[in-house]
Nanobody
Framework: QVQLVESGGALVQPGGSLRLSCAAS????????MSWYRQAPGMERELVAA????????SYADSVKGRFTISRDNAKNTVYLQMNSLKPEDTAVYYCKVVIATEGYWGQGTQVTVSS
């Protein structure tokens, strides 16, 4: 069965950095694009970043461009989200997602809190 397990969330001060990881299993990781989403309290879940199967193409929400970097290691079945220059408005639960045959699969999420 498809499993996505996020990790790396924490409490961090404004201006700080975090790297999130999403370990995938139950499917052929290198065959699928991956994405990161986030959901802040009272807000809808939003797309943060996406990456193609070999990592050659990436896209980002305008709010994180220049600060976040998505990457993947197909040998480790893992997708990453490097987050720099964090702002309080980046506070959210972060999820990774894969779409397989039109069905979306989500991890359980990891909490990122940006606060002084």
């Amino acid at each position: 069965q498809v499993q996505l397990v996020e990790s790396g969330g924490a409490l961090v001060q404004p201006g700080g950095s975090l790297r999130l990881s999403c370990a995938a299993s139950g499917f052929t990781f290198s065959y699928y694009a991956m994405s990161w989403y986030r959901q802040a309290p009272g807000m809808e879940r939003e797309l943060v970043a996406a990456i193609s199967i070999a990592g050659g193409m990436t896209s980002y929400a305008d709010s994180v461009k220049g600060r976040f970097t998505i990457s993947r290691d197909n040998a480790k079945n893992t997708v990453y989200l490097q987050m720099n220059s964090l702002k309080p408005e980046d506070t959210a639960v972060y999820y990774c997602k894969v779409v397989i045959a039109t069905e979306g699969y989500w991890g359980q999420g990891t909490q990122v809190t940006v606060s002084s």
